[in-house]
């Protein structure tokens, strides 16, 4: 399985905020505008959008060029024009850890746009990170579990930044 940035898994992710987007902008023309409604939609939309469109860009910039293929026993790291540049067997893994909103659990709805976001670090025996998010794959999670022989931890958090991470 070949995973990699696409529009239909970047739409994905930021369905929250498109839906939220719309359903603002349909009540301010309900409401015709009016100047305290404006603020008041526009606070509330910077508030919840800046943060998601960060994490939309900060994904991109580490998956954009990259594909990862999942196979039986090994994973591959190509370029986008796929060229092999790194092959994983499961066995030179040594850790993964999901960072993951609670509300995504069990088919949960999200509260915020931001909680749409999220990715997994894998380190390799050598030290190495392969960072796998959702605009490659809309459920990083059923990815993970076919890598077999290698258990992962969960980190439950409301903003999952790979940059801004404070919990590797």
Same mark, same amino acid.
């Given at each position: ?84 540049? %790194? @092959? ?5 893994? #040594? /850790?993964?850890? &999901? +960072?993951? $909103? ?43 579990? %076919? @890598? ?5 931890? #969960? /980190?439950?958090? &409301? +903003?999952? $930044? ?7």
């Amino acid at each position: 399985m070949e995973l990699r940035v696409s529009l239909a898994n970047q739409l994905k992710a930021l369905s929250f905020l498109i839906f939220g987007t719309l359903l603002m902008l349909a009540t301010l023309i309900v409401l015709d505008f009016q100047t305290a409604m404006l603020i008041s939609f526009g606070s509330i939309w910077f508030v919840l959008a800046l943060p998601s469109l960060y994490l939309h860009v900060e994904y991109l910039l580490i998956n954009t060029n990259t594909v990862l293929e999942v196979g039986n026993n090994q994973l591959l790291l190509k370029t986008a024009s796929g060229a092999v540049n %790194k @092959i994983y067997s499961f066995d030179e893994l #040594r /850790k993964i850890v &999901l +960072f993951k $909103s609670a509300s995504l659990d069990r088919g949960g709805f999200p509260m915020t746009p931001i909680e749409m976001y999220h990715y997994a670090r894998i380190t390799t025996a050598t030290g190495e990170e392969i960072i796998i998010t959702c605009l490659m794959t809309p459920d990083v999670e059923e990815i993970l579990k %076919k @890598i077999k022989r290698i258990s992962y931890e #969960r /980190k439950k958090q &409301l +903003f999952s $930044s790979i940059n801004f991470s404070t919990n590797r």
